[in-house]
């Protein structure tokens, strides 16, 4: 590497780093108690566990949920059925109208008894709040977008931070941290060492963290080009007169893909179902497939199988980057690895500050090359 | 007696025990072999626990956990080291 290549790398590694430490430093806080966002929900009372022994342990009809969600909200629609991943339950969420964006409540059911079990706060509670700051800092999918770009920020700054990593480590055994030159060394040893050895984890959680912030737009993408192919045969059609209970939407879509379980129900009206149709959402049995999604198209009227199709791939790619940047696929010892590895990337992130503030009170502007100079070769090269 | 794998692998050693600045630069495959292999053994940690559960769930949790255990043994060598240079450790 020639000196003048390290200082353009250089240059894009603080200043990419610059531009997005805050609101990564934001991201990574709020996100270290979100790695745990199931047990606080708990913990805080805003979310409860079916109980352990339900007195029948039969599969539930699906119409009495929702008929009981409608007896609570009789001016709401229903929009989505949700089978919970984890427990025996299913959450009905209501809204306005069924095409409205924001959820009005939803509740959770005993997917045993069919027992009322939980009004789920609505935008409200801690983790909501803590969710929100780390989603969209409260501003909607402008606030999205924006932390979007930041995390393109933060990958670009790790990518320059491996290449200028090189010239810094040519004279230092791997996972030197010089304790006995001044704070500044020690600082860089281990922003160096813990940049190092987080790289990939940081990598893979900011580019799954810049591909769930599209996941809007993407579904708005799909439910534009996808699914009005799907419905668009009933496109002139008369608006049904009776409407086929979910029940036997959901065993017709079971018979069509035999494989699979149902994992949630988009209901008639909703953008992703159409007027005419309920969509059954189908999720297979490996823990790899239970991700990924098949959407199976029921028409509302005669509760037939209308059409049923695989995922487009970047819905795929957004349904596997979700694992991948929440860290809640292995377990809780998962989840505090994760949290460490979030602790040690806020280090990094806090290091780099400190260097570049200390950086700035030296007026030498050749002293910014100090560290790697002494890699450099007569001729020039790094 | 000759140990022919004495030398690498003590050279891997040599690695793992951080000493002082060397005046020799390092080849790129000495800089470069330990943050390669550390990436490595990341990227098998994050996709272990994706793709099963039970015994590819603890795969996850060693890699992903030497990562931290590797920085860990890192400072606590060169805290030793300088307490030791520093006298305060017989």
Redesign the interface.
Same mark, same amino acid.
């Given at each position: 590497m020639t000196i003048d290549s390290f200082r353009r790398w250089y240059w894009i590694h603080k200043w990419t780093s610059l531009v997005c430490t805050v609101f990564l430093l934001l991201l990574c806080l709020t996100g270290l108690p979100l790695v745990f966002s199931d047990e606080l929900r708990l913990l805080l009372g805003e979310a409860v566990e079916p109980p352990e022994h339900a007195a029948k342990a039969e599969p539930v009809i699906l119409d009495t949920l929702i008929k009981d969600a409608r007896s609570r909200r009789p001016d709401d629609s229903v929009k989505f059925l949700i089978r919970d991943d984890d427990g025996p339950a299913w959450f009905v969420a209501l809204g306005d109208t069924p095409a409205a964006q924001e959820n009005s409540a939803t509740f959770m059911y005993d997917s045993r008894t069919a027992e009322f079990l939980h009004a789920v706060p609505q935008n409200e509670g801690v983790v909501n709040f803590l969710f929100r700051l780390h989603v969209d800092m409260l501003a909607g999918l402008p606030g999205t977008l924006f932390l979007g770009v930041m995390g393109l920020l933060f990958v670009a700054s790790i990518v320059s931070g491996?290449v200028v990593? +090189?010239p810094f480590? /040519?004279?230092?055994?791997?996972?030197?941290? /010089?304790?006995?030159r001044g704070p500044r060394l020690h600082w860089l040893?281990?922003h160096n060492?813990?940049g190092?050895?987080?790289?990939?984890?940081g990598l893979?959680v900011g580019i799954t963290g810049v591909v769930n912030t599209l996941d809007r737009p993407l579904l708005g993408y799909w439910q534009m080009t996808e699914i009005s192919e799907m419905i668009a045969p009933w496109k002139d059609k008369a608006m049904p007169l009776s409407r086929k209970p979910v029940d036997e939407a959901v065993r017709a879509a079971e018979s069509a893909v035999p494989d699979m379980a149902v994992r949630f129900i988009a209901f008639p009206g909703t953008p992703f179902a159409g007027p005419y149709h309920y969509m059954v959402f189908m999720r297979g049995d490996? @823990?790899?497939t239970a /991700?990924l999604l098949k959407p199976v198209l029921v028409d509302a009227e005669t509760g037939q199988v209308s059409d049923s199709r695989n995922l487009p791939w970047y819905l795929t790619l957004l349904l596997?980057s979700q @694992?991948?940047h929440f860290g809640d696929?292995? +377990?809780m @010892?998962?989840k505090i690895?994760w949290a460490?590895?979030d602790a040690?990337v806020i280090v990094v992130l806090w290091s780099g500050l400190y260097l570049w503030w200390k950086k700035r009170q030296q007026t030498a502007e050749d002293m910014m090359f100090s560290d790697a100079a002494r +890699?450099l070769?007569p001729e020039g090269r790094i | 007696m000759h140990d022919p794998i004495a030398g690498p692998v003590q050279e891997w050693i040599?690695?793992?025990s $951080?000493?002082? $600045?060397?005046?020799r $630069?390092?080849t790129?495959s000495q800089? !470069?072999r330990? $943050?390669v292999l550390?990436?490595v053994v990341?990227?098998v940690g994050?996709i272990?626990?994706?793709?099963?559960?039970g015994s !590819?769930?603890v795969v996850?949790?060693v890699a992903?956990?030497a990562?931290?255990g590797?920085?860990l043994?890192?400072?606590v060598?060169?805290?030793s080291?300088?307490l030791a240079?520093?006298g305060s450790l017989p």
């Open positions: 491996v990593y +090189g480590m /040519r004279k230092l055994p791997f996972g030197a941290v /010089r304790n006995d040893d281990l060492l813990l190092i050895v987080t790289v990939l984890w893979v490996s @823990p790899l /991700r596997i @694992p991948l696929y292995g +377990g @010892p998962l690895l460490l590895l040690i +890699g070769s | 040599g690695n793992l $951080p000493r002082r $600045p060397m005046n $630069p390092l790129a800089v !470069w330990m $943050p550390l990436s990341s990227a994050l272990s626990a994706l793709l099963g559960d !590819w769930d996850s949790w992903l956990g990562q931290v590797v920085i043994w890192y400072i060598c060169s805290r080291r300088h240079s520093s």
